[in-house]
């Protein structure tokens, strides 16, 4: 079996041993496989693609609806160019770079495909056959079926027609709302975090009501596996989508096929339930399925909510009979959904959390089988413990740090590998990344105790960055680093999130700023799939030689006392219309010029129709208002006006070119910026101006406890403001500044030395080794006064010369140990 999947564990050596160790040694395995390869890949692929029990053909006939329009060029260029390259390509060995290239140069001929199929309602069968590559689940049996994820290698072209038959699925299933808003996964602009947070606040309010609460968390058994076609089918006739796409999503599912290839041939077998894993579809077909039960009417204070195929249904009561009665009420409701669409529940994985003080938990069944009560439960990789204090998350967070920690020793020692600088970008990026998942759960407002284990588990990363010996302060080893305390670092992230993503306020303490007044990120489609600019209204190219016919100019300005947008009309050389407005400081460039756009399209719309250039000089803005899907509000209303009429072109033009309409332009956009009293057009805040305010404040909070800290004052002394910038010294210059080195004042502190002098008969502090010692007379600097240290030490580490100085010194040190230590005889 081990030719049929791919184990990232796998040792080829133990492979040889296994076969050698066998009576008749490797010819019999060599023999066995060529003879019997076929059946056993064929016996794999009917255990993981089983066919359904019963297969309940739906004879509904759907409600006549209008057929979705064709394929435009526009949206399969958009489809085919966000193809990624570095994909394995399916059965027929086409990939992405193919389909590109393809594409480039014969772009009709894929259009007239893919609209066939949509005329006909049609998806062709070759293109439905999935190559399989079976990967081994760590920790699973190797000789069980079971114990192997499958993933479908899927025909390029086929993988293309199906995003654009998903993306205009996802379109109408979102413009008739058929999708419930209790689902948290498999959407675009919904995330873990909206999830976690929705299910706290459930569980919050049912503990501020006094009641007992209970968390049911469902565990189904293979579920994009088990989905059934029939269910499938029937979802999308009630779904009010159009005929064709709703046909052609039912022919899709007709006729699937799996291949699993051998030394002898592929094995070949039906696939007729479920989605493949590697298929664009399957997560928009599965909340088609999933919506019928986030919409069911559930027992008094119960709801459910889900994210994918993870679903938690949340019941508070306050009695033990009272909620043990909603809770098994709702698993009998659920339990008929299951079983209408031949979903079965893992018992043994499903388990509920009490949050009560009931010495006795309630009795819940599931079909005959008691569920569990767990202590704490992993739901979206946050552990949710029933006293709600996070010790169990923290316990797991430190474990996972652990292994982060040990893997970086593997490439970072205290003297050798990986510089310091790459060992900083690596803790930034990865071991504070994993930190701070779903922080905004647990780090909104950090307790004492939560502060101090964050900064037990950032402690060994400073140490394995800088170096630096393992008594130094770790207050010291932050600001030497640029990193700040963790606690706060993730504080920082976990209020961001609030604000951008969740939309809820901060305590005001903290900030006055009320999510409405913050930009949101705009999600989905603005339009319908198939709008797309023509390529003749949006120009990339310098449109300076543009002199003729009508011509708006716009730009945007920022100065320090403000920020300014304008347009102004030239006819052939003649100005005839001049505008301008006032934006808040707050604002950025960016939100300046593409307001100065939208007003300029809004002006080129209210002219009569003939042909005009509108000529902008700042490129983002082009490319936003040309995308259907911007992230930006004010882009989005840009290409409906672009869209609906065509007549109106934008181009970019270059800053500060001599041309005159752009000249003017700017002159008015900087007048406006800098005329305190000039009318002012209210804009939402932006991102950037927020997690600016963010920073500062959590740089305040680090400053005030660097200030009143009782540790690493000689760092203090040194570099007395933080920074998010790291002082980059070397593992010398470390040492040497926090005195925590090689140094037998440092050494008979800790009781590693007998005596704090040194070979020379003087007190073995760094200065002394620096400025007086007569054995390291080849790196000495002239020797301060007793008063004059603390300057003596700043102006040392602020100069590059005799840090390299020092660098060398304890380099010498190191290197002659017995200098360091006096010989006891």
């Known amino acids: 079996m081990h030719q049929l999947y791919y184990d990232p564990h796998f040792k080829f050596k133990s492979l040889i041993n296994t076969i050698r160790s066998e009576p008749e040694g490797r010819n019999k395995n060599d023999e066995l496989w060529k003879t019997r390869g076929r059946e056993i890949a064929q016996d794999i692929l009917e255990k993981i693609f089983p066919h359904p029990a019963n297969s309940n053909s739906s004879t509904y006939i759907p409600p006549c609806t209008a057929n979705d329009c064709p394929f435009t060029k526009g949206e399969v260029a958009t489809v085919i160019h966000h193809l990624s390259k570095g994909k394995a390509p399916g059965p027929d060995g086409i990939d992405n770079i193919i389909i590109q290239q393809i594409f480039k140069k014969f772009p009709f001929l894929l259009m007239e495909l893919f609209n066939t199929c949509l005329k006909l309602a049609k998806f062709p069968d070759p293109l439905k056959v999935g190559n399989i590559i079976l990967f081994h689940k760590h920790g699973k049996s190797k000789t069980e079926a079971s114990s192997y994820r499958s993933i479908s290698l899927l025909p390029t072209i086929g993988q293309v027609l199906e995003k654009l038959l998903t993306q205009r699925l996802n379109f109408h299933l979102e413009k008739n709302n058929r999708l419930s808003n209790l689902q948290y996964g498999l959407r675009e602009g919904r995330s873990t975090k909206m999830a976690i947070t929705k299910l706290l606040d459930t569980i919050h309010k049912g503990k501020a009501s006094g009641d007992h609460v209970l968390v049911l968390f469902i565990d189904i058994k293979g579920a994009f596996d088990n989905i059934q076609h029939s269910a499938i089918s029937s979802y999308l006739d009630n779904s009010k989508c159009p005929t064709n796409i709703v046909n052609i999503f039912k022919n899709l599912l007709q006729n699937r096929k799996v291949i699993l290839n051998t030394c002898e041939g592929p094995a070949i077998r039906d696939q007729k339930q479920g989605c493949p894993q590697g298929s664009c579809s399957g997560p928009a077909l599965w909340n088609l399925v999933v919506n019928e039960i986030l919409q069911e009417n559930w027992p008094i204070n119960t709801s459910i909510q889900a994210f994918a195929d993870d679903f938690v249904l949340v019941s508070h009561a306050p009695t033990r009979v009272q909620l043990e009665s909603q809770i098994n009420d709702s698993i009998a409701k659920f339990s008929t959904w299951t079983s209408k669409n031949q979903l079965q529940i893992s018992a043994e994985k499903t388990n509920y959390l009490l949050i009560s003080k009931l010495v006795r938990g309630p009795t819940i069944r599931w079909q005959g089988e008691r569920i569990k009560r767990a202590h704490a439960i992993k739901y979206l990789g946050i552990y949710i413990d029933e006293k709600m204090n996070w010790n169990t998350h923290l316990k797991a967070q430190s474990t996972r740090a652990t292994h982060l920690y040990h893997n970086l020793l593997k ?180 939100q300046a010029e593409i307001l100065a756009l939208l007003k300029a399209v809004e002006h080129a719309v209210s002219l009569p129709t003939q042909q005009l250039t509108i000529l902008v000089d700042n490129q983002a803005s082009i490319n936003s208002a040309a995308n259907p899907k911007s992230h930006n509000s004010i882009a989005r209303k840009i290409f409906k006006l672009l869209h609906s009429h065509p007549h109106i072109r934008v181009s970019w033009i270059k800053a500060h070119a001599g041309y005159i309409g752009n000249e003017e332009a700017d002159r008015l956009a900087k007048e406006a910026a800098e005329t305190e009293n000039f009318p002012e057009t209210p804009l939402e805040l932006p991102k950037s101006f927020i997690k600016t305010f963010l920073r500062q404040k959590m740089l305040a909070t680090w400053q005030m406890a660097w200030d009143d800290g009782d540790t690493g004052r000689l760092i203090h002394n040194i570099i007395p403001k933080v920074s998010l910038h ?53 790196y000495h600097m002239a020797p301060p006064s007793q008063q004059h240290q603390p300057i003596w030490f700043r102006r040392v580490a602020n100069n590059s010369t005799s840090r390299r100085k020092i660098h060398n010194l304890l380099h010498f040190l190191q290197r002659e140990t017995s200098l360091i230590r006096p010989d006891p005889n």
């Open 411 to 590: 490439i970072a020692g205290k003297s050798w590998g990986v510089p310091l600088i790459h060992r900083r970008t690596l803790y930034k990026t990865v071991t504070e990344r994993v930190l701070a998942h779903g922080a905004v759960a647990w780090c909104l407002e950090p307790t004492v105790r939560i502060a101090r284990k964050l900064s037990t588990i950032q402690r060994p990363f400073l140490l394995a960055i800088s170096g630096a010996y393992r008594t130094t302060s770790t207050a010291a080893l932050q600001v030497i680093l640029g990193i700040p305390p963790l606690h706060l670092q993730l504080q920082r992230e976990a209020r961001g999130t609030a604000l951008f993503r969740l939309r809820l306020p901060l305590s005001t303490n903290v900030s006055d700023t009320d999510p409405s007044e913050i930009e949101e990120k705009a999600s989905g489609w603005s339009t319908h799939p198939s709008e797309h600019l023509s390529t003749t209204q949006i120009s990339l190219d310098d449109g300076g030689n543009i002199n003729t016919g009508l011509r708006i100019y716009t730009d945007g300005s920022k100065t320090e006392r403000g920020v300014g947008a304008a347009f102004c009309v030239l006819t052939d050389v003649n100005i005839t219309h001049r505008w301008s407005t006032r934006l808040s400081l707050r604002n950025t460039v960016f």
């Open 726 to 778: 790291p002082i980059n010294w070397a593992r010398n210059e470390v040492l040497f500044f926090t005195g925590h080195g090689p140094f037998p004042s440092f050494l008979h502190r800790f009781n590693l030395a007998e005596t704090s002098f040194y070979s020379c008969g003087e007190i073995g502090t760094p200065i002394h080794y620096a400025t007086v010692c007569l054995l390291t007379t080849s």
